[in-house]
């Protein structure tokens, strides 16, 4: 679980004493605060994203390329906004998301740590059991939103080539998507997602946890001992923890997740409806094994970078969102 002061301005606390739990919280502040700062960090990240994105599909012509080529080679042709592209629908459509996930996130992992306070067991133990079955669930509980935004942020970001139908605004993709598939077509890949990202955000969570504990121990901090860490190296070891599962979850995930965007924004293979199989099939056939790897680079810069970037903001967001007594 992540570590954290009760205020900014008192950077002085011992281990123990440091969570913020959802009952501290105020929940208006939490929600406005996280609004603005995770929107920020999305601009900062969304062009790996849309590298990442156009490396996957299929007869772009970036399947081969490096990342840095592929971002050299849209700013080239599109400008600045061509790797900005679907990111005010992401902005603006996550906004709702964010509040669903971040309200199923702090809400079970409260009830999972009340449930396991009378257990046998380490307190480590106990908190990287509730960071992951929290995070677990809040993946499950966002996906029903993020599923759809995911189809069209990302149809977007891949205009104009071979394979993806031509759309305008987002209103454009929604109208497509449901007038060619119904609404089904706007859950492409959300059994995908539900099944492997869910445990995914489990693993990032627990990672995170255990990687956090991990460094404050060989630091020579503990629960109980005078020893208090500062507001600068709670920081700075959130920052290496969320880096640690970001980079982890990398590895693991890229697989998954070039299945799952192709499986997104393909509309045709020649032999009906991509499915999951097909999409696969297509893959491994094109490429080998280290097709699957398609955009590892950007992907893994992103979840590095998004896992430190998140965390950081996340908890700064808890100790300026605490309710004041």
């Not at 920020?40 to 080529?69: C, D, E």
């Not at 080239?76 to 005010?88: A, C, E, L, V």
């Not at 996130?105 to 009340?114: G, R, Y």
């Not at 991990?214 to 880096?243: C, F, N």
Request: proline content about 4%.
């Amino acid at each position: 679980m992540a570590v954290e002061t009760e205020a900014v301005t008192v950077p002085e606390l011992a281990l123990a004493d440091t969570d913020i739990n959802w009952d501290r919280l105020d929940k208006t502040r939490f929600h406005i605060i996280g609004a603005i700062l995770f929107t920020a960090q999305s601009a900062l990240l969304h062009p790996t994203s849309v590298v990442k994105t156009r490396m996957q599909v299929a007869g772009s012509g970036f399947s081969h390329m490096g990342g840095i080529s592929v971002f050299r080679h849209i700013l080239k042709s599109d400008g600045i906004p061509g790797i900005f592209r679907g990111f005010g629908t992401s902005a603006i459509g996550s906004l709702p998301g964010r509040v669903l996930a971040l309200t199923s996130l702090e809400v079970s992992k409260d009830i999972m740590l009340k449930y396991t306070e009378d257990l046998d067991m380490p307190e480590a133990t106990r908190i990287g059991i509730a960071n992951a079955v929290a995070g677990m669930f809040s993946n499950l509980v966002s996906c029903v939103y993020y599923v759809p935004l995911d189809v069209i942020c990302q149809r977007l970001m891949v205009q104009g080539l071979p394979g993806t139908a031509s759309c305008n605004r987002p209103f454009d993709v929604i109208h497509k998507v449901i007038k060619a598939e119904g609404l089904r077509g706007l859950y492409r890949g959300f059994g995908l997602t539900a099944v492997t990202q869910s445990p995914a955000s489990a693993l990032w969570w627990g990672a995170y946890g255990s990687a956090q504990h991990i460094i404050w121990r060989s630091l020579g901090y503990t629960d109980d001992a005078e020893k208090k860490p500062s507001h600068m190296e709670m920081v700075t070891v959130q920052a290496a923890a969320g880096m640690m599962a970001g980079a982890c979850s990398s590895f693991i995930t890229t697989p998954i997740d070039t299945v799952k965007t192709r499986l997104q924004v393909m509309d045709n293979y020649g032999v009906g409806r991509p499915s999951v199989l097909k999409t696969a099939k297509a893959l491994l056939k094109e490429d080998g094994w280290r097709g699957f790897y398609r955009g590892f680079g950007p992907r893994f810069l992103n979840m590095s970078l998004y896992g430190t970037t998140m965390i950081v903001t996340y908890e700064i967001i808890k100790r300026l969102s605490v309710r004041r007594e």
